[in-house]
Each structure stands twice: as structure tokens, then as C-alpha cells.
């Protein structure tokens, strides 16, 4: 029989052996595979090799190890058994609208709070993390629909007392950004939400409640979702919140963990990913657990940060081509942002980008009053503006065509709607970040894949958005007709909105390791517990 140190070389050189093999050799290219088969040491094949039959004074032990193994495998097992819903989406359906200028170019999609549920068009924001609605109102926006030209019925207020799911947020919960500030851990937890358009902000106090959601069946039936999410109610607005942005409340969709994708991913409700869509008619669609088609194109996110945090949608683009010439200089960073506009580059990249365009265009250049962009023309009456091609090219070997850099301008004076212009809708920005707006992803499925740190798109009408069938783009009933294109007013579009001055809380995840980095692990771990059993036998014995 052998020594318990013959065992001891026995094994480490088994360990050794397992690290030479992973670490010499690339995955999926081993020549010679060498096995040794393991005996537990609790099982009836090694007790059998004992004086007795069983380790003495172990009995227990062993019942103890096995109860946490069996535990140990459960776990597992369920998280195998992966996420619950292949989709979710709000409960009036996946659609998305935009109403012009009446909501600051937003895309908007209309979600149910609370018990009774009251109904809300909450403007969706990819740059912040925070879902809130107005509430006990101090100081809100109009919420009538006479203040509002697209609108058949007035927008609600939410009131936390008339909610019986409703529940006050303690400063002492791990999600209250503002703790430090709160006497106990038993006071209501405030928030005050600032955005970069100046003087913009939301605040009130924080709150759980029931939201609902959606999911399709494979027989075309749909389930219903109650999940708790953590709501601002927001009670006082400023800024552009009080001139038509976001009157009825905003979806953050960002990294942070008050974010809803992160609530439904975190319980394992879907997977770690969504997508909105933004098509050419102004309607369009958000899925939550969406990671697009296998065929599209995709580029990485960037961290936030030299600790490599993921705080916020940021993508790095190599190369911008107009027409047929590309710039090598007109590289730059952008955070993608569902909740500006229009689109805003850093002054390097603009520059170059909006000269070569100049150069390009045929039309007469012109200005508009109101207009708060620089590059804009007169409209030939033979059609559509005749505009060269942009275009933004990636290390990942991905491009993506802007297929609306415009903003068109009609005669709105005349009893047709003539085309009279169109301005470039880019502006310049400080800083080396810039900001890729709602207007250059028009025409696309974006995918926000958190899972894989990842952006993905792909061509899209937006009402065929699932590879087999149409997934429920139920209609607003309160939408019209397509809104008219007044200029933007200069309040919404001077300054990038929707990006909060303070980096929201993390929630990105690590990438996966290598396979020679997880086969190392697993000779670590073996040799490990190798050397623990030696000396739980050497104790018993």
C-alpha cells in the first residue's frame, strides 16, 4: 500500500503534469491527452481500502460534505437552467414613438407602475440609470394633453399612497446613492438625478413598486410579468424636463444597478442585453434580453475609466469616411446615447467631417433661423437633397453607414409641405468623448449587448424584429399622425442632455477568461484539494 507521501508525489506530479499539458499547448490542439481517474475519499472504492470501512470519528463529516455537495450541484443546476423569458418587453407592447419637437425628439414607450397600475410615456435613455416619473408634484411639467399637440388624453402623476405594492426605499438599502447624507438607516432615501443640459435635473425620493412587463409564448399568447424595480418619484424637474422633455417621466437604461435591464438580468429574467429600434417612420421598438441577430455587425464597448469600469455606452471609431474618402484624424470616442437627439462629435472630428461634407454637397448653403447647426443648405425642388454617404469604421473590421445624418426643414407656411432645406445634424463638443445621438441610429436595431460588453446593429424596419416572427408593436392610442418638423428649440439642442454629471453605479462584467487560463485553474484546484484530503487523512489516521 502506499505511503502517504508516495501519494503526496504521486499527486503533484499529476498537478504539474495538467499545467505543463494547458499551458504549452493552445485549446483544441492536444496531440496526447494523459488520464488518471480520481476516487473520492468518502466514496465505498477507497473506504474499502481502510482498516475499518470508514475514516473513524468521520461519519458525520462525510454526511456534512455530501449534504454541501449536493447543494454545491443544485446550485449549478439551476443556473444552467439560464434565464426564464427569452424577451420581455413593456405591457402595452414593444412599441416606441417619437413626437417631435412636442417631446424634444425623444423616443418614447408607454409602461405601467403600481396597484392599480396607472400608465406612463417615459422617454428611454441609454445614458443614465435611473427609471423615474413625476410624483407628488412640486414642480412638474404641464401634464394636459392641451399642452401637447400629439396627444389625445392627459399624462399621469404617480402617487405612491394610491400604489398598495408601493413601498418606500431605506437609506440603508445598498442601492441609495445618498446614504451618507441620511440621519438613520430607516429614513426614505432621496435622489437628485443631474444632467449635463444646463440646469436639467430630477428629484424626490426613491421607491419599489410593481412594474409590468410582457413576454410572448411560442403558442402566441403572452405571459404577464410583475417585477419589483426601483422608481424616482420625481417631484421636482428642471430644465428642459419642465420645456417638453421627458414631461411624463424617463427610462434609464445605463450600466448603473438601478438600471431595469440590470434589475432583469440580475434575477435572471433575461438575458443581459436589450435593443431599441428606431425606424424611419418615427415608430420603433425596445426588448429587453435582445442580443440581436447572429449576422450583425458589432464593435466592443470601451471602459469609462482607466480601472477598466463599464459606466456608461461608450465605442471607439477608427476611421470616418464621406463619400468615398476616409480620414484617419477623424478617430474619436462616443458614448451611445438614446437620449440626445442629435448627434455630437468632438471639434477635431467634426471639423474634419463637416468640411469634407461641405465640399461634397451640391445645394447652396443657407441658414435657418432657430437652427442650432452650422453646415445647412437650400433644397433643390427636384426631390430628395442629393448628400454623400458617412460612414464609421471600427478596429473589429464593422462599419456603420448613417443613413439620417439630416434634419429636414419644410415650408410649413405653405397648404403643402414643401421641402424648402436640411442641415448636417452634428454639432461640436469639448472633450475627447463625443456623443452618438438617436439620429444616427435611425434605420437600426441596436443591440446594448452587457453580457459580451458589446454594440450590435443591424438594418431594420423595426416592425420585424425577431428572426421567425413579428414581435406585439401595439399602437399608443394616443399617437397621430407624424409630427410636423418645427427647428429644434435652441434649449434642447445647444448642450448634449440626458448624460448625468456623476458616473452612475457599475454593473459591467469581467470578459471570460481564456481556455488555458481556466484549465490552469483547474489543476490549481486540483492539487489543492489533494494536499486538504492528505492531511484530513493524515489527522484521522
Same mark, same amino acid.
Given at each position: 500500500?502506499?505511503?502517504?507521501?508516495?501519494?503526496?508525489?504521486?499527486?503533484?506530479?499529476?498537478?504539474?503534469?495538467?499545467?505543463?499539458?494547458?499551458?504549452?499547448?493552445?485549446?483544441?490542439?492536444?496531440?496526447?491527452?494523459?488520464?488518471?481517474?480520481?476516487?473520492?475519499?468518502?466514496?465505498?472504492?477507497?473506504?474499502?481500502?481502510?482498516?475499518?470501512?470508514?475514516?473513524?470519528?468521520?461519519?458525520?463529516?462525510?454526511?456534512?460534505? +455530501?449534504?454541501?455537495?449536493?447543494? $454545491?450541484?443544485?446550485?449549478?443546476?439551476?443556473?444552467?437552467?439560464?434565464?426564464?423569458?427569452?424577451?420581455?418587453?413593456?405591457?402595452?407592447?414593444?412599441?416606441?414613438?417619437?413626437?417631435?419637437?412636442?417631446?424634444?425628439?425623444?423616443?418614447?414607450?408607454?409602461?405601467?407602475?403600481?396597484?392599480?397600475?396607472?400608465?406612463?410615456?417615459?422617454?428611454?435613455? $441609454?445614458?443614465?440609470?435611473?427609471?423615474?416619473?413625476?410624483?407628488?408634484?412640486?414642480?412638474?411639467?404641464?401634464?394636459?394633453?392641451?399642452?401637447?399637440?400629439?396627444?389625445?388624453?392627459?399624462?399621469?402623476? +404617480?402617487?405612491?399612497?394610491? =400604489?398598495?405594492?408601493?413601498?418606500?426605499?431605506?437609506?440603508?438599502?445598498?442601492?441609495?446613492?445618498?446614504?451618507?447624507?441620511?440621519?438613520?438607516?430607516?429614513?426614505?432615501?432621496?435622489?437628485?438625478?443631474?444632467?449635463?443640459?444646463?440646469?436639467?435635473?430630477?428629484?424626490?425620493?426613491?421607491?419599489?413598486?410593481?412594474?409590468?412587463?410582457?413576454?410572448?409564448? =411560442?403558442?402566441?399568447?403572452?405571459?404577464?410579468?410583475?417585477?419589483?424595480?426601483?422608481?424616482?418619484?420625481?417631484?421636482?424637474?428642471?430644465?428642459?424636463?419642465?420645456?417638453?422633455?421627458?414631461?411624463?417621466?424617463?427610462?434609464?437604461?445605463?450600466?448603473?444597478?438601478? =438600471?431595469?435591464?440590470?434589475?432583469?438580468?440580475?434575477?435572471?429574467?433575461?438575458?443581459?442585453?436589450?435593443?431599441?429600434?428606431?425606424?424611419?417612420?418615427?415608430?420603433?421598438?425596445?426588448?429587453?434580453?435582445?442580443?440581436?441577430?447572429?449576422?450583425?455587425?458589432?464593435?466592443?464597448?470601451?471602459?469609462?475609466?482607466?480601472?477598466?469600469?463599464?459606466?456608461?455606452?461608450?465605442?471607439?471609431?477608427?476611421?470616418?469616411?464621406?463619400?468615398?474618402?476616409?480620414?484617419?484624424?477623424?478617430?474619436?470616442?462616443?458614448?451611445?446615447?438614446?437620449?440626445?437627439?442629435?448627434?455630437?462629435?468632438?471639434?477635431?472630428?467634426?471639423?474634419?467631417?463637416?468640411?469634407?461634407?461641405?465640399?461634397?454637397?451640391?445645394?447652396? &448653403?443657407?441658414?435657418?433661423?432657430?437652427?442650432?447647426?452650422?453646415?445647412?443648405?437650400?433644397?433643390?425642388?427636384?426631390?430628395?437633397?442629393?448628400?454623400? $454617404?458617412?460612414?464609421?469604421?471600427?478596429?473589429?473590421?464593422?462599419?456603420?453607414?448613417?443613413?439620417?445624418?439630416?434634419?429636414?426643414? +419644410?415650408?410649413?407656411?405653405?397648404?403643402?409641405?414643401?421641402?424648402?432645406?436640411?442641415?448636417?445634424?452634428?454639432?461640436?463638443?469639448?472633450?475627447?468623448?463625443?456623443?452618438?445621438?438617436?439620429?444616427?441610429?435611425?434605420?437600426?436595431?441596436?443591440?446594448?449587448? &452587457?453580457?459580451?460588453?458589446?454594440?450590435?446593429? $443591424?438594418?431594420?424596419?423595426?416592425?420585424?424584429?425577431?428572426?421567425?416572427?413579428?414581435?406585439?408593436?401595439?399602437?399608443?392610442?394616443?399617437?397621430?399622425?407624424?409630427?410636423?418638423?418645427?427647428?429644434?428649440?435652441?434649449?434642447?439642442?445647444?448642450?448634449?442632455?440626458?448624460?448625468?454629471?456623476?458616473?452612475?453605479?457599475?454593473?459591467?462584467?469581467?470578459?471570460?477568461?481564456? =481556455?488555458?487560463?481556466?484549465?490552469?485553474?483547474?489543476?490549481?484546484?486540483?492539487?489543492?484539494?489533494?494536499?486538504?484530503?492528505?492531511?484530513? +487523512?493524515?489527522?484521522?489516521?
Amino acid at each position: 500500500m502506499m505511503t502517504t507521501q508516495q501519494i503526496l508525489l504521486l499527486s503533484l506530479a499529476i498537478a504539474s503534469l495538467l499545467l505543463d499539458v494547458h499551458s504549452s499547448r493552445p485549446a483544441n490542439t492536444y496531440s496526447n491527452i494523459y488520464y488518471s481517474r480520481l476516487i473520492h475519499r468518502f466514496s465505498p472504492e477507497f473506504l474499502a481500502h481502510t482498516n475499518s470501512g470508514m475514516l473513524p470519528g468521520r461519519s458525520k463529516r462525510a454526511l456534512d460534505y +455530501y449534504d454541501m455537495l449536493a447543494r $454545491s450541484d443544485l446550485q449549478k443546476q439551476n443556473m444552467k437552467l439560464g434565464t426564464q423569458f427569452q424577451l420581455l418587453y413593456p405591457a402595452h407592447g414593444s412599441t416606441t414613438e417619437s413626437f417631435g419637437n412636442d417631446f424634444g425628439w425623444l423616443h418614447y414607450t408607454w409602461i405601467d407602475i403600481g396597484t392599480p397600475s396607472v400608465s406612463f410615456l417615459v422617454a428611454l435613455d $441609454s445614458g443614465s440609470d435611473l427609471l423615474w416619473v413625476p410624483c407628488n408634484c412640486v414642480q412638474c411639467a404641464p401634464l394636459s394633453a392641451s399642452h401637447y399637440e400629439k396627444l389625445d388624453g392627459n399624462l399621469n402623476q +404617480y402617487i405612491p399612497s394610491s =400604489s398598495s405594492t408601493s413601498k418606500a426605499l431605506p437609506c440603508g438599502h445598498r442601492l441609495c446613492d445618498l446614504e451618507p447624507s441620511c440621519e438613520s438607516p430607516e429614513e426614505t432615501c432621496t435622489y437628485n438625478a443631474r444632467y449635463l443640459s444646463e440646469n436639467t435635473s430630477s428629484s424626490g425620493i426613491l421607491v419599489e413598486d410593481i412594474l409590468h412587463l410582457s413576454s410572448s409564448n =411560442s403558442d402566441g399568447s403572452t405571459s404577464s410579468i410583475r417585477k419589483r424595480a426601483i422608481i424616482g418619484c420625481g417631484q421636482k424637474q428642471s430644465g428642459d424636463y419642465l420645456d417638453g422633455a421627458a414631461p411624463d417621466g424617463l427610462m434609464g437604461l445605463g450600466f448603473g444597478e438601478k =438600471s431595469l435591464p440590470s434589475l432583469l438580468a440580475k434575477e435572471k429574467l433575461v438575458r443581459n442585453s436589450f435593443s431599441m429600434c428606431f425606424g424611419d417612420d418615427l415608430t420603433g421598438s425596445i426588448l429587453f434580453g435582445d442580443q440581436g441577430l447572429a449576422g450583425q455587425q458589432s464593435t466592443p464597448f470601451l471602459p469609462s475609466d482607466g480601472n477598466g469600469n463599464y459606466d456608461t455606452y461608450i465605442i471607439g471609431v477608427d476611421v470616418s469616411c464621406i463619400g468615398n474618402s476616409c480620414f484617419k484624424e477623424t478617430s474619436f470616442e462616443a458614448q451611445v446615447d438614446s437620449g440626445t437627439s442629435f448627434t455630437f462629435l468632438p471639434n477635431a472630428a467634426y471639423e474634419s467631417i463637416v468640411q469634407e461634407f461641405d465640399k461634397l454637397v451640391e445645394e447652396k &448653403r443657407s441658414s435657418y433661423e432657430g437652427s442650432p447647426w452650422e453646415y445647412c443648405y437650400e433644397s433643390s425642388s427636384d426631390g430628395s437633397p442629393k448628400i454623400p $454617404s458617412m460612414k464609421f469604421k471600427f478596429t473589429s473590421n464593422s462599419s456603420f453607414v448613417v443613413h439620417n445624418p439630416l434634419y429636414l426643414i +419644410y415650408d410649413e407656411s405653405s397648404q403643402f409641405r414643401v421641402l424648402i432645406g436640411f442641415c448636417l445634424a452634428i454639432q461640436p463638443m469639448d472633450g475627447d468623448v463625443g456623443i452618438i445621438g438617436q439620429n444616427f441610429m435611425t434605420g437600426y436595431r441596436i443591440v446594448f449587448d &452587457r453580457e459580451n460588453l458589446r454594440l450590435g446593429w $443591424s438594418r431594420s424596419n423595426c416592425h420585424d424584429i425577431s428572426d421567425n416572427k413579428t414581435m406585439p408593436l401595439a399602437p399608443s392610442a394616443n399617437s397621430k399622425t407624424a409630427p410636423p418638423n418645427p427647428l429644434p428649440t435652441s434649449g434642447q439642442q445647444n448642450v448634449p442632455p440626458k448624460r448625468p454629471d456623476v458616473a452612475p453605479a457599475v454593473a459591467g462584467k469581467t470578459p471570460a477568461k481564456s =481556455s488555458a487560463d481556466s484549465n490552469r485553474s483547474v489543476a490549481f484546484l486540483w492539487m489543492l484539494f489533494v494536499l486538504l484530503s492528505l492531511h484530513t +487523512y493524515a489527522t484521522a489516521a
